[in-house]
C-alpha cells in the first residue's frame, strides 16, 4: 500500500535549536515535497525534490534547508529555529502530474 | 501570483442536510490548471478527495462532486446528504499543467451535527 511516514510527530524545541523532520515514502515516486500548514493560509510549499540530490525551492524556503538522500527519504533542517516555524508540517509524495499522496504530518512547536 | 479562495472557515451542517463548499481561483500564470479537493479526517493526514483537470468535467467521490467551471473561475464542492462521518476539514487546490505543485485554499472545516 502507498504511503508517506513522517517523523517525529511532534516535537518541540527552543528558539535557537536544532531540529531535523523525516519523511520516507516507499512508493517509487520521483518527487516528495515539504509543506507547512498554518491557519488562515492553507498549506504552503517550502522546498521539493524531484530525486535523489535534488532540491528545488519552494514558495516560503526562508529559514529552512532540505536534503533528498535517497529516492525514498527528504529530511527538513531546521538550523536555528524561531518560534515563527511552530507550525504543522506535511511531507508528500508522486510522479509527475499526479496528484501528491501526503503523510500525517509533523507538529512542531517552537519556545 | 495564482491562488485559491475558500471563503468559510467553517461551516455545521445538521445530518442528511446538503452541504455546498465554495472555491474560487486565480490562475494568472496557468491559465488552465488542474483542479483538487483534499480532505483531512481529525488525527489523519490530507487524503485525495477528487481530482478534475478539464474544464466543464464534474469529479465524483464518497458522494461528494464537483465541477471545473472555467467561466466562473469556481470549483464548489457539493455534497446531498451528509453524515456524521464527513466532519472534516476540505482544501481546494490548484496546480500547473505539469500536475505536481500544488497551490492550497485555506481550508473549510466542517462540522456534521448528528
Known amino acids: 500500500e502507498a504511503a508517506v511516514t513522517q517523523s517525529p510527530r511532534n516535537k518541540v524545541t527552543v528558539t535557537g535549536g536544532n531540529v531535523t523532520l523525516s519523511c520516507r515514502q516507499t512508493n517509487s515516486h520521483n518527487y516528495m515535497y515539504w509543506y507547512r500548514q498554518d491557519t488562515g493560509h492553507g498549506l504552503r510549499l517550502i522546498h521539493y525534490?524531484?530525486?535523489?540530490?535534488?532540491?528545488q525551492i519552494g514558495d516560503v524556503p526562508d529559514g529552512y534547508k532540505a536534503t533528498r538522500t535517497t529516492q525514498e527519504d527528504f529530511f527538513l533542517l531546521l538550523e536555528l529555529a524561531s518560534p515563527s516555524q511552530t507550525s504543522l508540517y506535511f511531507c508528500?509524495?508522486?510522479?509527475?502530474?499526479?496528484?501528491?499522496?501526503f503523510g500525517e504530518g509533523t507538529r512542531l512547536s517552537v519556545l | 501570483g495564482d491562488s485559491v479562495t475558500q471563503t468559510e472557515g467553517q461551516v455545521t451542517v445538521s445530518e442528511s442536510k446538503s452541504l455546498i463548499i465554495n472555491c474560487t481561483y486565480s490562475a494568472t500564470s496557468i491559465g488552465y490548471p488542474n483542479l483538487f479537493w483534499y480532505v483531512r479526517y481529525p488525527g489523519e493526514g490530507l487524503q485525495l478527495l477528487l481530482k478534475v483537470i478539464t474544464a466543464g468535467q464534474k469529479g465524483s467521490s464518497r458522494g461528494f462532486e464537483a465541477t471545473y467551471n472555467k467561466e466562473a473561475t469556481s470549483f464548489h464542492l457539493q455534497k446531498a446528504s451528509v453524515q456524521e462521518s464527513d466532519s472534516a476539514v476540505y482544501y481546494c487546490?490548484?496546480?500547473?499543467?505539469?500536475?505536481?505543485?500544488?497551490?492550497f485554499g485555506t481550508g473549510t472545516s466542517l462540522l456534521v451535527d448528528p
Open positions: 508528500a509524495s508522486s510522479f509527475q502530474n499526479q496528484a501528491p499522496l
Open positions: 525534490s524531484y530525486g535523489a540530490g535534488n532540491l
Open positions: 487546490a490548484l496546480s500547473d499543467r505539469m500536475g505536481y505543485k500544488l497551490t
